[in-house]
Nanobody, 116 residues
Framework: VQLVESGGGLVQPGGSLRLSCAAS????????MSWYRQAPGKERELVAT????????NYADSVKGRFTISRDNAKKTVHLQMNSLKPEDTAVYYC??????????WGQGTQVTVSS
């Protein structure tokens, strides 16, 4: 299993970023997927989930209405569109399977920094 996140960067408050996750080594279209984030000194938290065919999505209250998760089963990718970013969104963002994560296959993550 390999999960490779990309698309992070430095953005001003109110800005947008689109994260991508390329998955391989498992039957991607069979599983739900998720985005997590971990800020310095804090535990990893679940941000958004999407069902195997993309028809059902859920979000943490802190990002609801600002973030959108999507997936492309043909390309084995999952995305996170992040709008109206806030400084408290600063974290390393990771993708993984949902609900059962691949415990030993976390990717390197992608750093998102929201700062003026």
């Amino acid at each position: 299993v390999q999960l490779v996140e990309s698309g992070g960067g430095l953005v001003q408050p109110g800005g947008s970023l689109r994260l991508s996750c390329a998955a391989s080594g498992f039957l991607f279209s069979r599983y739900g997927m998720s985005w997590y984030r971990q800020a310095p000194g804090k535990e990893r938290e679940l941000v958004a989930t999407i069902s195997s065919v993309g028809g059902n999505t859920n979000y943490a209250d802190s990002v609801k209405g600002r973030f959108t998760i999507s997936r492309d089963n043909a390309k084995k990718t999952v995305h996170l569109q992040m709008n109206s970013l806030k400084p408290e969104d600063t974290a390393v963002y990771y993708c993984n399977r949902f609900p059962e994560v691949f415990r030993t296959s976390w990717g390197q993550g992608t750093q998102v920094t929201v700062s003026s």
